[in-house]
């Protein structure tokens, strides 16, 4: 659980990696405590530009919060916790040696603390597909793959899979290809907190050949969702609309007006001017990756083989299946799969 000084990047993963943990106890030469380094100071460190290579120096939080092993109470430690929203507080000696360690899993209850729910539906499973290479977030992803990218303290699937669980739903199931195990090792972080399983594909299989994993399960039905997008809606009010309308799959979409600025020059079918249509409003649903799907409909996605979203729901369209469309405003969803979009998501 502690690094040296003079330590990198890539050692600092492998440690994180292997324990499983979200912070790291940094050490000077005579092993005494000097900071802390958290996996959210490496993501962040990567977005600035730094590379595997570039030492662990001018990243680590040089101002640990810290507890001398004769003033350790249970309420002064909850309260730190709470306080300080870390996962972590080294326990040290007068002489500011490391003694032992205190983890926020020990001591208090993580379920009702962060997600204020422990409870499961059985008949309706969570998707998170989590296994792509994340091309347009490069560099980035050449060193943590997207699913962790940093909102702040957290990441994006913290923030994905809190809000699921804000609405009581609390049966995940993971699916992963690039990057595996440091996303399964992000999720020994949860301990108790959520009910998963990752599920690892053994080869990229797009953004829907991975259901073919989750064909013989006992859920109902799923609701999927990318691993880049977080929507502000009740989840509930989308199963339901979903059962009511007796659909196969829903298309969780959002309508966006587009206004142009200039007059729209009109045209027949042999180009000849017909008029002019001045600074015209167009709207249009967007597709923003969050589906409800019935289990039936996964008989017809091969094993193994890859497959994307928008080719299933046609394959659904020609055998006539019920296909719905479940509509957001598009102030409710946050895109975080490119780069602009991502600055500006986690700046606001």
Same mark, same amino acid.
């Given at each position: 659980m502690q690094i040296f000084l003079n330590s990198n990047i890539k050692e600092a993963i492998k440690i994180l990696n292997k324990h499983g943990v979200k912070t790291l106890v940094v050490l000077n030469k005579k092993k005494k405590l000097i900071g802390t380094l958290s996996d959210g100071n490496i993501r962040k460190s990567i977005l600035k530009g730094y590379n595997l290579k570039s030492s662990i120096n001018k990243i680590f939080d040089r101002k640990p919060i810290f507890i001398y092993e004769d003033k350790i109470t249970f309420n002064k430690l909850k309260k730190i916790f709470l306080e300080k929203k870390i996962h972590l507080i080294p326990v040290i000696n007068k002489k500011k040696e490391v003694k032992n360690f205190i983890f926020k899993e020990? &001591?208090?209850? *993580?379920?009702? @603390?962060? @997600?204020?729910?422990? /409870?499961?539906?059985?008949? &309706?499973?969570?998707v998170i597909m989590a296994g792509g290479k994340g091309v347009r977030m490069q560099p980035y992803t050449k060193i943590f793959p997207k699913p962790l990218l940093p909102i702040n303290d957290i990441t994006v699937l913290d923030e994905i899979i809190s809000k @699921?669980? /804000? @609405?009581?739903?609390? !049966? #995940?199931?993971? *699916? *992963? !290809?690039? $990057?595996?195990?440091?996303?399964?090792?992000? #999720? $020994?972080?949860? /301990? &108790?907190q959520i009910n998963y399983k990752i599920i690892k594909e053994k080869k990229s299989l797009g953004t829907a050949g991975s259901l073919s994993y989750l064909k013989n399960l006992k859920e109902d039905f799923f609701l999927v969702t990318n691993c880049d997008v977080i929507i502000n809606e009740n989840y509930n009010d989308i199963v339901n609309y979903h059962i009511k309308n007796k659909n196969d799959l829903t298309i969780v979409a959002s309508k966006k007006s587009i206004k142009f600025s200039y007059g729209v020059c009109l045209a027949d079918n042999k180009k000849n001017f017909s008029g002019f249509e001045e600074k015209p409003n167009y709207s249009y649903l967007f597709n923003i990756g969050f589906y409800v799907i019935n289990r039936k409909v996964l008989k017809i996605v091969k094993e193994n083989q890859k497959l994307n979203m928008d080719k299933l729901i046609l394959k659904l369209k020609k055998q006539k299946r019920k296909i719905g469309i479940y509509e957001i405003d598009y102030t409710k969803w946050k895109d975080f799969g490119n780069w602009e979009s991502y600055l500006n998501n986690n700046k606001n």
């Amino acid at each position: 659980m502690q690094i040296f000084l003079n330590s990198n990047i890539k050692e600092a993963i492998k440690i994180l990696n292997k324990h499983g943990v979200k912070t790291l106890v940094v050490l000077n030469k005579k092993k005494k405590l000097i900071g802390t380094l958290s996996d959210g100071n490496i993501r962040k460190s990567i977005l600035k530009g730094y590379n595997l290579k570039s030492s662990i120096n001018k990243i680590f939080d040089r101002k640990p919060i810290f507890i001398y092993e004769d003033k350790i109470t249970f309420n002064k430690l909850k309260k730190i916790f709470l306080e300080k929203k870390i996962h972590l507080i080294p326990v040290i000696n007068k002489k500011k040696e490391v003694k032992n360690f205190i983890f926020k899993e020990d &001591l208090i209850d *993580t379920n009702s @603390f962060i @997600f204020n729910s422990s /409870k499961n539906q059985n008949n &309706l499973g969570i998707v998170i597909m989590a296994g792509g290479k994340g091309v347009r977030m490069q560099p980035y992803t050449k060193i943590f793959p997207k699913p962790l990218l940093p909102i702040n303290d957290i990441t994006v699937l913290d923030e994905i899979i809190s809000k @699921f669980l /804000k @609405f009581q739903m609390n !049966n #995940f199931y993971i *699916t *992963t !290809n690039y $990057k595996h195990q440091m996303i399964s090792s992000h #999720f $020994k972080s949860y /301990k &108790l907190q959520i009910n998963y399983k990752i599920i690892k594909e053994k080869k990229s299989l797009g953004t829907a050949g991975s259901l073919s994993y989750l064909k013989n399960l006992k859920e109902d039905f799923f609701l999927v969702t990318n691993c880049d997008v977080i929507i502000n809606e009740n989840y509930n009010d989308i199963v339901n609309y979903h059962i009511k309308n007796k659909n196969d799959l829903t298309i969780v979409a959002s309508k966006k007006s587009i206004k142009f600025s200039y007059g729209v020059c009109l045209a027949d079918n042999k180009k000849n001017f017909s008029g002019f249509e001045e600074k015209p409003n167009y709207s249009y649903l967007f597709n923003i990756g969050f589906y409800v799907i019935n289990r039936k409909v996964l008989k017809i996605v091969k094993e193994n083989q890859k497959l994307n979203m928008d080719k299933l729901i046609l394959k659904l369209k020609k055998q006539k299946r019920k296909i719905g469309i479940y509509e957001i405003d598009y102030t409710k969803w946050k895109d975080f799969g490119n780069w602009e979009s991502y600055l500006n998501n986690n700046k606001n």
